[in-house]
């Protein structure tokens, strides 16, 4: 019987052994918008007919489309780098504005 598999740190790529503490993560991105204007003068139809054309016109692949609307991630990260991370996505309200 084998022990555990060995983990790699998301973050670092450091092997986490066995005996040492890590932390698992998952994080989601979804892209919302509050607000949909219509265009004025324009219909329903006319705004999806423009939008099918804008994104046939784009030269990004369906995967890097969709990756605007939704990304996922899950893994470990090992101790020193948990700081690090934490202390990114707890930014205070303040600091994290546009970018």
């Known amino acids: 019987m084998s022990g555990p598999r ?3 740190c998301a973050t670092c790529g450091r092997s986490i052994a066995a005996s040492e503490v890590y932390y698992r993560f998952s994080l989601v991105l ?3 918008q ?5 265009t004025p003068g324009a219909s ?4 999806l007919a423009s939008l ?3 994104l046939e016109a784009s030269s990004e692949s369906a995967q890097e489309m969709e990756e605007q609307v939704h990304w996922e991630r899950s893994g470990v990260v090992c101790s020193a780098c948990r700081s690090v991370v ?3 996505l707890s ?3 303040e600091v994290a504005g546009p970018h």
């Open 34 to 38: 509050d607000v949909l204007g219509p």
């Open 6 to 8: 060995p983990k790699m």
């Open 44 to 47: 329903s139809g006319d705004e």
């Open 30 to 32: 979804q892209g919302e």
């Open 52 to 54: 099918l054309k804008q």
């Open 86 to 88: 934490v202390r990114t």
């Open 91 to 93: 930014a205070p309200p």
